[in-house]
Structures are given as structure tokens and as C-alpha cells.
């Protein structure tokens, strides 16, 4: 009866899956998946999960403690990179049709939110070495040593221009944030000296990204 007075129309699509990689300015890879959900054409959610990733820069770090034992840190404890769940709120402007392409629409789109640190807190294992052992080949002890006080949060701004072809999504944008991905492991103390000193000092972190995705 309704659809004998009211021309009938498709189903809103109000899901947006996304997966977007991009590039930071700690010399560190992200990669993003995330769905948003609308309550309007105009705003919804987003939850998602970014994991991020050096993979260029400090792959080593050594040291010398008081009583002239050597130590180095190397290999996977040297690696640095980050687990993080992200929350936000998704702003989107009305969609324009780009002029002389047909069914490519162009919106503006604004998430400010928050990252969730999985691993706040690192434990590595550092290896020390008799001074006479240059090469620092043979360990004669080895210490597990905890950060303590890394980031558990960090809010982020992500920003970008979408195009919607169909179904498809196409964007490129970029993400500011307070996350240190360094974080984790700054306040590890080797015997009397701290691992802060051998890191890049804390900054902003600003990302670029590519991303696709697919709304249902």
C-alpha cells in the first residue's frame, strides 16, 4: 500500500569499509583497516585497527655501563612498531559529481579520535659483553628490562578527499596525531643509562595514506 502512493527507493548504504597504507614522518609504514557506520548522510562512527611499522633507521643500539661491560640492542628487540585500536567520529560533506565524469561523486571527510596502544609498555632483552669483546660476539649475561609509563593513548585527526565511484571509494589524505610509536620503550633504563637518549626526539606524527574501500 505504501509503495502504491510513494515511489519506492533503494536501500540506504550506510557502511563504509576501508583499508588504507600510508607513510609517516618517523620513517614508519601504517597500515589502516576500518569500517564507519552512518547514522546520517552527513555523520557516523569509525573503529578500526592501524598498525604501524619502522622500516628504515635505528637497527642497532649500544652502550657502555660504568663498569665497562658492553651491550647492544639488535634484531627484533631493535625493531620498533606498534599495535593500535582507533575509535572516531566521521564527518562527511554532501557529495559532488565531478564535472565531465560520469558517477564519480566527491565528498570531504574529517575523523578526529583516539588510538588505543595494545602494548603500552615493551619488555627487551638486552645481551652484555666482557669489555675485551669488541665485536660484542659473545654474551656473558643477559637482562630482561620493562618499560614503564609509554603512551596508553593518543588522539588523531585523520582528513581526506574521497571519491565514490559506484560502490567503490577511492581517498588520499593525511592523519595528525600526538602518537609516539618511540612510546613503548623511551623510559628503558640500561644499568645507568636510559634509552631515550639513543632515540629521535618526541614529535607530532603526520601521516600520508592512499585508501580504498567499499560501501554496502
Known amino acids: 500500500m505504501v509503495g502504491f502512493f510513494f515511489p519506492a527507493s533503494a536501500q540506504k548504504?550506510?557502511?563504509?569499509?576501508?583499508?588504507?597504507?600510508?607513510?609517516?614522518?618517523?620513517?614508519?609504514?601504517?597500515?589502516?583497516?576500518?569500517?564507519?557506520?552512518?547514522?546520517?548522510?552527513?555523520?557516523?562512527?569509525?573503529?578500526?585497527?592501524?598498525?604501524?611499522?619502522?622500516?628504515?633507521?635505528?637497527?642497532?643500539?649500544?652502550?657502555?655501563?660504568?663498569?665497562?661491560?658492553?651491550?647492544?640492542?639488535?634484531?627484533?628487540?631493535?625493531?620498533?612498531?606498534?599495535l593500535l585500536f582507533r575509535a572516531a567520529l566521521r564527518l562527511r560533506s554532501p557529495e559532488f559529481p565531478l564535472p565531465l565524469v560520469k558517477n564519480w561523486m566527491l565528498s570531504a571527510n574529517i575523523e578526529p579520535g583516539i588510538y588505543v596502544v595494545a602494548i603500552p609498555d615493551e619488555r627487551i632483552s638486552v645481551p652484555f659483553y666482557a669489555e675485551e669483546d669488541i665485536n660484542m660476539i659473545n654474551p656473558t649475561h643477559r637482562k630482561h628490562i620493562d618499560n614503564e609509563g609509554g603512551q596508553s593513548a593518543a588522539w588523531h585527526m585523520k582528513n581526506y578527499i574521497e571519491i565514490r565511484v559506484d560502490n567503490m571509494l577511492f581517498s588520499v589524505g593525511y592523519v595528525l596525531s600526538?602518537?609516539?610509536?618511540?612510546?613503548?620503550?623511551?623510559?628503558?633504563?640500561?644499568?645507568?643509562?636510559?634509552?631515550?637518549?639513543?632515540?629521535?626526539?618526541?614529535k607530532l606524527s603526520f601521516t600520508t595514506f592512499a585508501m580504498i574501500g567499499y560501501r554496502f
Open 13 to 82: 548504504k550506510n557502511v563504509d569499509f576501508m583499508i588504507a597504507g600510508g607513510y609517516n614522518n618517523a620513517d614508519a609504514l601504517d597500515v589502516d583497516l576500518s569500517f564507519s557506520f552512518f547514522f546520517s548522510d552527513y555523520w557516523g562512527i569509525t573503529a578500526g585497527i592501524t598498525g604501524i611499522s619502522k622500516f628504515k633507521g635505528e637497527k642497532t643500539y649500544t652502550g657502555i655501563t660504568d663498569n665497562n661491560e658492553r651491550w647492544n640492542i639488535r634484531g627484533e628487540d631493535a625493531e620498533v612498531g606498534q
Open 178 to 202: 600526538n602518537f609516539d610509536v618511540y612510546s613503548s620503550r623511551r623510559h628503558i633504563k640500561i644499568e645507568e643509562y636510559s634509552l631515550n637518549q639513543l632515540l629521535p626526539d618526541k
